[in-house]
């Protein structure tokens, strides 16, 4: 099981703090800050997680998660959703979309720990 | 006898008649006077054909012309021996189309043409005024002559004092119980008892004069017919040109005359009195005549040389000393002359009411005026209408002065009447007679009656000159009055009658022959002249209805299966197993309301009537069925409007619910945005605190993380305070701190200001700041915000390589324009209202710290200082123009 997390997020400072908590955990992270290529940047980059905020210049997270799905390759890639709106419709659309985790920022560096970490232990 | 118990037994008369009347009204009221509406009633009632001229004048007729007085009683035996048929399609009619006059009657039938009410109307009061008159000359005659012998100076005065009385007593009368309320048939009972109460007494008056002279004064029949023989009444010659004029003339005016059409046709209550009415009549007239002759004889041999034989019915028992029976004799006379005038008055108010009065009214009223009361104007113009015809009836008594030979006024009438005799006889046998051609027949009748034989009437020079009566006009011979067309040397009676009835009916048929009637005339006239072939039998089961026609038409008015089930219940109610019943007055009485509830009464009864042949459709129907029609389409409309004002109301609700969804979703992505937009550097905050809070971290790294904390928390606060600033400008409360201050001065601390966003970036600034010089009365400090707000924004976002900007001040009036306009691509046609939204950032890629609200900001600012702020189009970069007034006032600014 590889460590590799995409990281997709427009603010550069929660970015940054999230690079920072998985790379101490032993994650290799790579960010990316828009959603008009976001998805070419999961094909080039072939994470194990993608942490997608919902936000984004361009395309929002849920367009970004609904073509992943819609292809073979990334039908199945474990996918944790971020947004700073926290209401209960993001959280629907977010699981209609296909997330298999939310989170509501702002979070503890332990939530989003544990569940990158859950994303990958079957 | 003295005079002053002959006026308190007129006066004892007078309320014994008001008493008969009231207390009749009231039974009938009650429903309790059956017997009232007797075939013997009505036939007494008829009796207002003989009135105060057939009392004494006949007498005096006779002493004058022989047997020629019994002329004006064979004319109305003829008719209601020979012509009953007619009076009982007359009544008929009449009843069939609720007729209320003559005028209503002759109007009614060529297509209810109010022309020709009005022209019978006027014929008839004209004719009827100089009658009216002789009745009130007869009752004042009669007065003066019990008064004469014993009271001196019976003088002028007091006979117009005498007949004042006697008018107005009969107009109160008559508006008493002629209009106590309306009826639809306008029928009177307790007039019509009242007048029958009359036709006793004048009839008893008259045959008692008649057996106190046959037997008191002659000795027996068979001395009075010696006396007879030997009268000069015996050497009368009878014309027999004068005869049958006389006879035609009397039989047409039983029917024409405004007051015998009101007894025979509208108070009939029914039609089989008639056949009673047919023999006991002429009876009637029969007694009335009997002793016409013997008195007349008798008061030629008694009475001094010079007496006046019209009131030898009077003077007879009078100078004999027969004071009881001079008094029973004077109350007859009063019978007749009293009963005539009043039922002449109701009839001639009717007409004057319906066919002038109320459509003058009609006419003359405001559009859409109440109809509620309309009741109490009708009564009140019947009541102005009997007393104008009385007063009219009283001015030409004094007019005239009184002539002395009283039959003449009533033969002169007679042919004034008469002249409807063609066009309601036409009307009433000849589908083809049209109103046009009874107008001119009418017209000219009159025409010719007036000129021939009424205007003479009062004498050379009183209406026609002299020279004109004996020349005629302009020395045209042939026009002479009494010798139309040369024809001379007969009775100007009769010339007046030949003549005008002759152009009359000539007229009438030739112009009917050249004119087609409208569509109502032609139904009209078909249920007139055909008013005995639909309505033969008036219950429903002999009508012959077919119950298979019924459903048929039931079924397309109440649906088929309701219909069904209708004529089925029927059906089994009447014992039958079959679907249709039998048409039994209670069946189709039943459906007729049945179907009225889906088609209203009129359409339904007009229906019903076609298919179960009752009575013919009659106008009235039509009529009804089309203010139906006029109520449903009014109403339909009405419906309609209520639609509109509900798709109306309806709309602008869903408008206004629109607006406060759009405003709700507007509210939520405002909420969701401050959410978003304060999480975000939350995130950051927190993230990173949390971080350092765990320790363990070069030193240089800590104080980087500790500087990204820091910078996002001044954003968070420039978030609240925007926030706040817009909430405070948005609620128009905000403090606006007005000052006169030097625009060149603020551009510059706002360049000043904005320096620094971005300022690694160089631009090129170009102004005036000679046009700047402008002093301005406003909020400075708000003001140079939008002007940093809009420097910064073109530091921030312009992407030209050598960024530069102008800002150009122009004054227009009262007014200060600003132009902000940079080198960049500028902002996207579709986009350009969008930016002065909350939160409308365009871009995030270019983050300067803003949480998307300054141009909102701005937005709210200049509406506060009363100018505004747009994007410039078309300039082909980010063009920004600020207006604003010189001098912002306190009130404009609140």
Redesign the interface.
């Known amino acids: 099981m590889g460590r590799h997390v995409l990281l997709i997020e427009d603010e550069p400072h929660i970015a940054e703090a999230i690079r920072f908590i998985l790379n101490r955990d032993g994650w290799q992270v790579s960010t990316h800050a828009n959603g008009q290529d976001a998805v070419a940047r999961v094909h080039a980059t072939r994470p194990d997680v993608l942490i997608l905020d919902v936000m984004l210049p361009g395309a929002s997270g849920f367009e970004v998660l609904s073509q992943l799905r819609a292809q073979p390759e990334t039908a199945n890639l474990p996918v944790l959703m971020l947004t700073a709106k926290g209401q209960g419709r993001d959280r629907e659309a977010a699981e209609r979309a296909g997330a298999d985790l939310f989170i509501t920022k702002p979070f503890s560096n332990a939530e989003i720990l544990a569940s990158v970490r859950s994303l990958v232990t079957p | 006898m003295p005079f002053n118990i002959l006026v308190l037994a007129s006066l004892a008369y007078v309320i014994f008649l008001f008493l008969v009347a009231f207390v009749v009204e009231r039974r009938a009221a009650a429903g309790a006077a059956r017997w009232l509406r007797s075939p013997l009633v009505y036939t007494l009632s008829l009796s207002v054909y003989c009135t105060a001229w057939t009392f004494y004048g006949a007498v005096g007729y006779a002493a004058r012309s022989g047997l020629e007085y019994l002329t004006i009683y064979l004319g109305p035996t003829l008719v209601f021996v020979g012509w009953w048929w007619l009076l009982r399609k007359l009544v008929r009619i009449g009843r069939q189309q609720r007729v209320t006059s003559i005028a209503d009657l002759i109007s009614s039938r060529y297509g209810k043409s109010n022309l020709l009410g009005v022209i019978v109307t006027v014929i008839c009061v004209v004719a009827a005024t100089p009658y009216i008159a002789l009745q009130l000359q007869s009752v004042t005659l009669s007065f003066g002559v019990f008064a004469g012998p014993t009271a001196d100076g019976w003088a002028m005065p007091d006979r117009d004092i005498t007949s004042i009385w006697v008018a107005g007593g009969l107009a109160a009368f008559t508006i008493l119980f002629g209009t106590r309320n309306l009826d639809a048939k306008e029928q009177h009972t307790g007039v019509v008892t009242a007048i029958a109460v009359e036709a006793v007494v004048k009839l008893v008056a008259l045959l008692a004069v008649g057996i106190f002279v046959v037997w008191g004064l002659a000795s027996g029949p068979a001395d009075i017919l010696s006396r007879i023989q030997s009268s000069e009444i015996a050497e009368w010659q009878m014309k027999p040109s004068r005869w049958t004029g006389l006879i035609l003339l009397s039989a047409a005016a039983v029917i024409c005359l405004p007051r015998m059409f009101q007894v025979l046709v509208v108070e009939n209550s029914d039609e089989r009195h008639l056949a009673t009415a047919s023999w006991a009549f002429p009876l009637y007239l029969m007694l009335m005549s009997l002793f016409v002759v013997p008195i007349a004889v008798m008061g030629l041999e008694l009475m001094p040389e010079g007496s006046n034989p019209d009131l030898f019915v009077l003077t007879l028992p009078l100078s004999q000393g027969q004071g009881g029976l001079a008094m029973l004799a004077f109350l007859g006379g009063f019978s007749s002359a009293t009963s005539m005038v009043i039922v002449a008055a109701i009839a001639l108010s009717t007409m004057v009411s319906n066919h002038v009065v109320m459509p003058l009214w009609l006419s003359l009223r405001p559009a859409r005026a109440v109809s509620g009361d309309v009741r109490r104007l009708v009564l009140l113009s019947r009541r102005l209408s009997i007393a104008a015809v009385l007063g009219l009836g009283y001015a030409y008594f004094r007019l005239s002065g009184g002539s002395e030979a009283l039959a003449a006024i009533g033969l002169i009438s007679f042919v004034g009447v008469a002249q409807i005799l063609p066009a309601m006889l036409g009307g009433l046998f000849w589908r083809g007679a049209t109103r046009a051609g009874a107008v001119l027949g009418l017209t000219i009748g009159f025409a010719i009656w007036a000129y021939a034989l009424f205007l003479p009437s009062f004498g050379p020079d009183a209406v026609i000159p002299a020279r004109v009566l004996a020349e005629g006009p302009f020395g045209m011979g042939w026009l002479r009055p009494q010798a139309l067309f040369g024809v001379e040397g007969i009775d100007p009676l009769i010339h007046a009658l030949f003549w005008s009835l002759a152009f009359n009916t000539a007229a009438f048929c030739a112009l009917s022959l050249m004119s087609f009637p409208g569509p109502v005339e032609r139904m009209q006239g078909a249920a007139f002249v055909n008013a005995f072939e639909d309505s033969a039998a008036p219950n429903w089961a002999q009508g012959g209805a077919d119950p298979e026609a019924l459903l048929v038409m039931a079924q397309r008015i109440l649906g088929e299966e309701e219909a069904l089930a209708f004529f089925e219940a029927q059906a089994r109610a009447q014992g039958k197993a079959a679907y249709l019943p039998d048409p039994t007055p209670a069946f189709i009485e039943g459906l007729e309301r049945r179907l009225a509830g889906s088609v209203g009464a009129a359409t339904a009864h007009a229906m019903i009537s076609q298919l179960a042949g009752r009575a013919a459709v009659s106008v009235e129907d039509l009529m009804a069925v089309a203010n139906e029609a006029a109520q449903i389409m009014e109403y339909s409309a009405r419906l309609e409007e209520q639609q509109e004002e509900l798709t109306r109301a309806a709309r602008q609700l869903r408008e206004v619910n629109e607006k406060l969804t759009q405003i709700s979703v507007q509210k939520d992505a405002f909420l969701?945005q401050i959410?978003?937009e304060l999480?975000?550097p939350?995130?950051?905050?927190?993230?990173?605190s949390?971080?350092l809070m765990e320790g363990d971290m070069p030193a240089d790294m800590a104080t980087g993380y500790a500087r990204?904390i820091h910078?996002?928390a001044i954003r968070l606060t420039r978030l609240l305070d925007d926030l706040l600033d817009l909430s405070v400008l948005e609620s128009g409360t905000v403090q606006l701190n007005l000052g006169l201050a030097n625009l060149r001065e603020m551009i510059d601390r706002a360049l000043a200001s904005a320096g620094h966003t971005r300022p690694e970036r160089r631009f090129d600034i170009q102004r005036d700041p000679a046009s700047e010089e402008i002093f301005l009365r406003t909020d400075s400090d708000r003001l140079t915000q939008v002007f940093i707000n809009l420097i910064s924004n073109a530091r921030k976002y312009c992407d030209a390589a050598a960024p530069e900007l102008r800002i150009h001040v122009r004054r227009k009036g009262a007014r200060v324009t600003i132009d902000f306009i940079d080198n960049g691509s500028g902002i996207p046609k579709d986009q350009q209202t969008l930016i002065f939204e909350k939160f409308a950032r365009l871009?995030?890629?270019t983050r300067a710290g803003g949480a998307g609200l300054g141009l909102a900001i701005c937005r709210e600012v200049m509406a506060n200082l009363g100018g505004t702020i747009g994007y410039l189009p078309g300039q082909g970069r980010a063009a920004f123009r600020i207006t604003l007034p010189l001098r912002l006032e306190r009130a404009a600014a609140e």
């Open positions: 969701s959410s978003h999480r975000t939350m995130t950051s905050i927190r993230a990173f949390e971080i990204i910078e996002e871009t995030d890629q």
